[in-house]
């Protein structure tokens, strides 16, 4: 594309973009809790293959970024076979060298003979494991079975753990919208069939968590029921997230 051709394409890209980049980080998030590592890992990753990847690519319609695919791969190579997250880390490197050695060769022909069964049941287990993985948070406990030390209003204490009404709440409404976005009586309106569903639920959970943290911070839900990122607020903590 020429220059005046980028220009021209420019308010539409940024739209798309924003809309891949607003879906894609909780997505980013999802995948490093399924795998086992920090949420910052997953956001890294698709930092680096939403731009670094994009941009080297040469393609104006490539996708790239986590693939919920490689989850069981993850869990298993850092838990069973390799030992450590950086042993890990040296062994995706490696990969990505014989992946682009491979397309050097021109020898993509080849995937054409990984039987299309293999990717199929690989797909539809790792979409079980997600929502297995998914159902205790949607039901409104902590991650990992983490321990809640603030007892609030908005939570209350079951045999399986602290209970945050306002995280199961959000759930089951973002799956109510999820359902019904796509129907017709739903479809009429104009910035429905502008916003993607995904992006809808997205903004609505971040909403309400704001909304609660601000007018109702008892029944808001705890910071042990949300995704827990580092804090960047200096230099020195970017390199610890990093390390």
Not at 66 to 94: H, P, Q, R, W, Y
Not at 132 to 141: D, E, N, S, V
Not at 171 to 186: G, H, R, S
Not at 188 to 195: G, I, K
């Amino acid at each position: 594309m020429t220059l005046r051709e980028t220009f021209a394409t420019f308010p539409r890209d940024l739209f798309a973009g924003t809309v891949a980049f607003l879906v894609a980080m909780p997505l980013c998030i999802g995948i490093a809790n399924a795998s086992g590592v920090e949420p910052f890992a997953g956001l890294l990753s698709g930092i680096i293959g939403g731009l670094i990847v994009a941009l080297l690519s040469g393609s104006h319609l490539s996708v790239s970024g986590l693939a919920a695919e490689l989850v069981v791969i993850v869990v298993d190579g850092i838990a069973n076979k390799l030992g450590s997250f950086s042993t890990f880390l040296m062994a995706v490197m490696l990969a990505g060298m014989i992946q682009f050695g491979f397309g050097m060769l021109k020898a993509r022909r080849f995937a054409a003979y990984v039987p299309s069964s293999v990717i199929k049941s690989m797909l539809a287990a790792i979409g079980l494991l997600l929502i297995i993985k998914q159902i205790p948070l949607a039901a409104g406990f902590a991650n990992g079975g983490a321990h809640v030390a603030t007892q609030t209003p908005g939570t209350f204490d079951t045999p399986f753990g602290a209970m945050s009404l306002a995280a199961c709440a959000v759930a089951v409404l973002c799956l109510a919208i999820l359902a019904a976005w796509e129907t017709k009586a739903i479809r009429r309106f104009t910035l429905v069939r502008a916003l993607p569903t995904p992006l809808a639920v997205v903004m609505l959970g971040i909403a309400i968590t704001l909304v609660l943290d601000f007018a109702a911070p008892g029944f808001a839900p705890p910071a042990e029921h949300r995704v827990l990122l580092p804090s960047l607020a200096s230099l020195a903590a970017l390199n610890a997230a990093f390390a």
